[in-house]
C-alpha cells in the first residue's frame, strides 16, 4: 500500500475541537507553526470566521481538510426535520467550498419522548435519500459516523460500523461513506471484520483517534482522551485500518474540559507526540 | 406460548440490588408483602446473613431465585485469576444450594494497564472452559451477560448479545446460558436477531429489565432508572423476549442512587405498577 502523502506524520490531521478555545485562524497557525498538514473544521467556527475566508486561508497554508463537521440531526419530526435537512443542504455546500474530504454525520438520537429506535434509524436512511443527490452533484461524501452506544439515546441511534455499512449500502462509495473514530468503535467484537468490509467496500473515509478513560468524567459529551490516556489499543486498530487500505489523514477529535482548558500549542505539542508513538507506526 | 406461572404479573422478580440498602431477610418480607414470586440474590447479603439461613428462608417463603449475582471477573491475570476461579466454584455452590435458575457471570474488565481486549476476552472463554465441568456437575446454569459497552474497559468485556452466544456455543444450553438486561443491549442493531438465536438455541436464561436514563448520572455505575424514567422500549424488546419463548422471571435490576435513598416499599410499589404497566402486557 502506498501512502498518499510522504510520510506517515504528515498523515496527522487537527480536528478544530481538540484546541476548542481557538478560532479558525489560531487552528490554521497552530497547524503551520507545528507543520500538521491537515485540519478538521467545524461549521460554527467557519461560519464565525466565514466560509469564503476559511476557504482562503486554508488554501493560502496548503492545507488539506480532512472532514468538516458536521451534519446530521435526523431524527428530529416535524418541522424540526426539515430544518434539520436544510442545515444538511448548506453543510454540503460548505463541505464542498472547502474542498473536505467528507461531510460528518451524526446522526441524532431519540426525538424529545420517543423511544422508537426503529423509527428513528429509518429516518436517517430517508434523509440519506433526500440529501444524496445534492452530495453526488457537490462532490461530497456524506460520512455515517457510528457513534458509542453511550449516545444511543442523545446524540447518534447509529451505534455500530457494521450499521452504517447496512445504511451506506445502496449508495456508490463516493457518495455514502463511514468515519470511525476509536472512542465510538473501540470496543466493538466485530470491528476488525467490519473494516475489513469498509474497506473492500471503498467506504472508509475517515478515521479519527482519541481516548476511552476510566472513570468517565462527570459530562459524557466531554469525555474523550489524549491517545495513550486511556484504554484504547490503538495500534491493533490502527493496524485494522490500514490493512482496510485505508491511506486518509488520521484526525485527532477530542472533547474534554481539561484539554480545552489548557494552552493549546501544548496540547497540540502532546498530541503530536502521542500520535508519533501510538498511531503513525501502525498507519502503513 | 404457555407461561410457567399463573400470570405475567407473576413473573416479576426483585433483584435485591434494586432494595441495596435491605438485607436478605427485608428482601424476602419485601416480596412476601407485595406478592411477589421470585428473587435476585447478591452473594455478599447472602453471606452475610448465612447461605443455609437463605436457602431456608427463601423456601419457607415460597420464592423461586431468578438469578445469584454474580460470578465472573476472568480476567484477572497471575494469582487474581487464580482467585476469580476459586471464588466462582463457591459461587457455583452457592448457585446450586440456593436453587437459582441461573449464576449470573460479569465477565470483567480490561486487566490494570492493559489495553488487550482481544487477550482479556479470550480470558473468558479460558475459564469457562475450566469451570464448565463443575457448573454441570452442580446442576447449574453460567449465565453470560453481556454489558453496554460503556463498561467494556472496567466492567465487561462481553459486549453484545451476539459474542455472549459465540463464548457459550462449545457447551451445552444448560450449562452456558445468556442473561439479557435491557440497560445493556437496548441500543443494538442485532438485538431482534440474535434474541431470536438465543431462543433457537435454548440459551436465554435470564431477563432484567430496567432503563437507560439521560443526563447519564457522573457515577455511570449508579446511571439505571425505574422502566419508564428513560428511552427503553420495553414493549418491544419484551416482545422479542416473548417471541424468543423465554418463560421464566422478568427481574428488575436497578443500581441508582436516588432509589437507593428511597424508601425500599415505595420502590418495590413503583416497580410493581411500572412492571404492570410497561413489561408484564409483553410477557407473552
Redo the contacts between chains.
Keep these: 500500500m502506498t501512502p498518499t502523502t510522504p510520510s506517515a506524520g504528515a498523515r496527522l490531521s487537527l480536528n478544530q475541537k481538540t484546541v476548542n478555545s481557538c478560532t479558525v485562524p489560531q487552528v490554521v497557525e497552530l497547524c503551520r507553526a507545528t507543520g500538521i498538514g491537515s485540519v478538521g473544521l467545524w461549521r460554527e467556527p467557519v461560519a464565525e470566521y466565514g466560509l469564503q475566508p476559511t476557504v482562503d486561508l486554508v488554501a493560502e497554508a496548503g492545507l488539506r481538510v480532512s472532514s468538516l463537521c458536521r451534519g446530521g440531526w435526523f431524527t428530529a419530526t416535524g418541522t424540526a426535520f426539515d430544518e434539520a435537512i436544510a442545515s444538511n443542504h448548506a453543510a454540503i455546500d460548505e463541505a464542498a467550498a472547502l474542498g473536505a474530504a467528507c461531510l460528518c454525520l451524526v446522526v441524532g438520537g431519540?426525538p424529545e419522548g420517543s423511544?422508537?429506535?426503529?423509527a428513528a434509524?429509518d429516518q436517517v436512511a430517508k434523509a440519506l435519500e433526500i440529501l444524496v443527490p445534492h452530495a453526488a452533484e457537490a462532490g461530497v461524501t456524506l460520512a455515517l459516523e457510528p457513534m458509542?452506544?453511550?449516545y444511543?439515546?442523545?446524540r447518534g441511534?447509529l451505534?455500530?460500523l457494521?450499521?452504517a455499512l447496512d445504511l451506506a449500502k445502496p449508495y456508490p462509495a463516493d457518495q455514502v461513506g463511514v468515519m470511525v473514530d476509536t472512542y465510538h468503535v473501540?470496543?466493538?467484537?466485530?470491528l476488525q471484520g467490519q473494516l475489513q468490509r469498509a474497506g473492500s467496500e471503498g467506504r472508509l473515509v475517515s478515521y479519527q483517534v482519541c481516548d476511552?478513560i476510566?472513570?468517565?468524567p462527570?459530562?459524557?459529551l466531554l469525555a474523550r482522551g489524549m491517545m495513550g490516556d486511556?484504554?484504547?489499543?490503538f495500534a491493533?486498530i490502527g493496524g485494522w485500518v490500514t490493512e482496510a487500505g485505508y491511506t486518509g489523514d488520521i484526525e485527532v477529535e477530542i472533547f474534554n474540559a481539561d484539554i480545552w482548558a489548557a494552552d493549546p500549542r501544548s496540547v497540540v505539542d502532546t498530541m503530536i507526540n502521542r500520535y508519533g508513538d501510538l498511531c503513525a507506526p501502525y498507519a502503513g
Aim: aromatic share 8%.
Design positions: 431519540l423511544r422508537d429506535l426503529g434509524r458509542n452506544p453511550i444511543a439515546a442523545d441511534v451505534s455500530t457494521g450499521q473501540w470496543w466493538d467484537p466485530t476511552w476510566t472513570p468517565l462527570a459530562d459524557t486511556g484504554h484504547i489499543d491493533t
